[in-house]
Each structure stands twice: as C-alpha cells, then as structure tokens.
C-alpha cells in the first residue's frame, strides 16, 4: 500500500480492535470518519466491506472491497473477501475469479485456498479442489476447516479412504466437530460400515442436538437397520427443527415420509398428524392429500377418507376386500 494513504498503526490497531469487538455500527462511524482523512485507503475500505456483510448489505460490502481493490490492486485480502460477497450474491464466476487472484498474489494464503475449492467443488472440479485444500492443509496443518473440506473434495473424487482419514484429521483436531462426525457418518455407511456410522451421528447429535440432516442421516440408517421406531424419532425431530428454518421443501419431504411411515405401521391419527404438517407448507399438493385420505380411512372415518381421495384422485371406490380404487371413465 502507498505511503500517506492509510492511518497510523495505532489507529489501525483501533479500528481492528472495534470490529472484533462485534460492534458493527460503530465500527461503520469510524471506517467512515477516517476515509474522510484517508480517502484512499485501502485497508479502511476492506473493514467497511467487511462490517456490511456482517450486516446482510451484500451489495455495499462489494463497492466497499472494489474501492480497496482501486487503491490497491495487488491487496489478497480484500480479493478474498469480494469473493465471499460475490458467492454469497450467486455470482460465482466472478467469486472464483476473485479467489484465483487472492491465491496468486499470497501463494501462502491458505483462507483464501480453501475457498478456491469450495468454489471449484460446486463446479464439479473436485481434483482441483483436492490439490488447492492440500496445500491449504500443508499452510495450516492445525486447521479443521481445511481438513474437512479436503475430506468432502477427496470424497467427491472417489478417495474414499483418503477422505474417512482427513475426517478423522479434522475430528483430531476439533474433538466437537459436529459437521465432521456427521459427514464421516455417512461416508463410513457408504463403506457399509453401519455401527461406526450409527456411533458418528449419535456423537453429531450428541455435540449439536439440533442438527438436522444428523437425525435425517441417522434416521435413513435406522431404517436401512429395520430400527422403525427409532427411525421415525429421528426423522419427527428433524422434521420439528426444519420447520423452524428456512428449509420448507426439506421439512415437506420429511413430514411426508414420517406419515408414509407410521400410516405403513397402520398408526393412522400419527400419519394424519404428520401429512397435516406437511399440507401446512404445501396445502395443496395432491398426491399428499391421497396419502392423508388413506390414512384416514384407516382410522374408520370412510365418508372423510373418501372425499379427500376425491378431491385428489378424482372418483374412487371403496371394497372391504380389496381396499380402495380408482373409478374411471367408461370409455366412449
């Protein structure tokens, strides 16, 4: 950076202070303040970016690293952090050009590697991303992060092996690593490993109660186990949580194969309570509301049953032998 153009190491030391201290508003006075008297700076720029994508301004943080990057072209960190602001815009072309330069111009920047590969996996370059967390994990041999993203790229690429041991590395390093415990979870059923992948997602659930896809993926193995009840325990609690996020389409798909589930073990007021559920995301979605007229026949309410099956099916029939029908057209 040019000399004159950015504060004083104190001041420097002030502002990193505050923005650290999570104070983003604040820290948004004083990155302001200061490019008043250093108009140029690069560094103050990169903060400002940094403090609006703590606050969700996407679009600000993007102006404020392209400012740092105006001044200082040659500036790793702020090419990085334009990347994550631009990945998380859905511009990832740009992003991924961001991360290539970052990686260029501080061939020791392990961050900014990782994220390279991040980038490279969502483009199915999974090679590529093995070769960029590599060396991440040599920069910073201590890192999880890294160890685990190396694990997802070397699983991606069919390295099975390498990738169950960078897991471990990453569970090594951060005994607590729940993500870890969990996508080792299921990589150790892909082995057909299923009593090592069963004590994983116990251990995922264990540290993060409410991690939903570690009861989904302990869920899915119990039934692949015959363990029903326990299954469909697992699959309710994370149906609950999912209900509580922004994932409606994943909560849909777990109501329905809960009420698929306990309407197969004939608990028909159970199934009718999970497709009730699942209509509250989507009221009208047609197969769901075939599968809670079933359920609710079952429970001896047949004139009920029968005219949500209508509503969804068209005609039906119902024989007390051969269960319930479809009634079509005669043909003309």
């Known amino acids: 950076m040019t000399t004159g153009t950015e504060p004083d190491d104190a001041t420097i030391d002030r502002l990193i202070t505050l923005f650290e201290s999570g104070d983003l508003h604040l820290t948004e006075k004083m990155c302001r303040d200061l490019l008043i008297s250093f108009p140029n700076s690069a560094f103050v720029f990169n903060i400002l970016g940094a403090v609006y994508s703590g606050m969700g301004q996407l679009n600000a943080a993007v102006d404020s690293y392209r400012a740092a990057l105006e001044s200082s072209p040659q500036y790793a960190d702020a090419h990085n952090n334009l990347g994550l602001a631009l990945k998380s815009l859905g511009r990832g072309d740009q992003a991924l050009d961001h991360f290539y330069k970052a990686v260029r111009l501080d061939t020791s920047y392990g961050e900014a590697r990782s994220n390279l590969a991040v980038m490279l996996q969502e483009k199915g370059r999974h090679m590529e991303a093995c070769e960029q967390l590599t060396k991440a994990t040599i920069l910073e041999p201590r890192n999880a992060l890294f160890r685990f993203n190396l694990g997802t790229a070397q699983w991606a690429s069919g390295l099975t092996h390498k990738a169950l041991s960078s897991y471990e590395r990453a569970i090594e390093l951060y005994e607590n690593y729940a993500r870890a415990h969990n996508s080792r979870g299921s990589l150790l059923q892909e082995l057909g490993r299923s009593q090592e992948a069963m004590a994983a997602f116990d251990e995922a659930i264990r540290i993060n109660p409410d991690y939903v896809n570690a009861h989904v993926n302990r869920g899915t193995l119990c039934l692949k186990l015959g363990l029903d009840e326990q299954a469909m325990s697992d699959f309710a609690t994370a149906a609950t949580l999912q209900g ?23 608990r028909y007021p159970e199934a009718i309570r999970a497709y009730d559920s699942a209509l509250e995301i989507e009221p009208d979605h047609l197969d769901l509301l075939a599968r809670k007229g079933k359920a609710v026949v079952g429970t001896g309410r047949l004139a009920e049953g029968l005219h949500l099956l209508h509503r969804a099916q068209g005609l039906v029939a119902f024989d007390s032998q051969e269960g319930i029908t479809l009634l079509y057209d005669e043909a003309p």
């Open 244 to 266: 509580n996020g922004e994932d409606s389409e994943q909560a849909f798909a777990l109501h329905l194969q809960l009420g698929d589930m306990l309407r197969e073990l004939c």
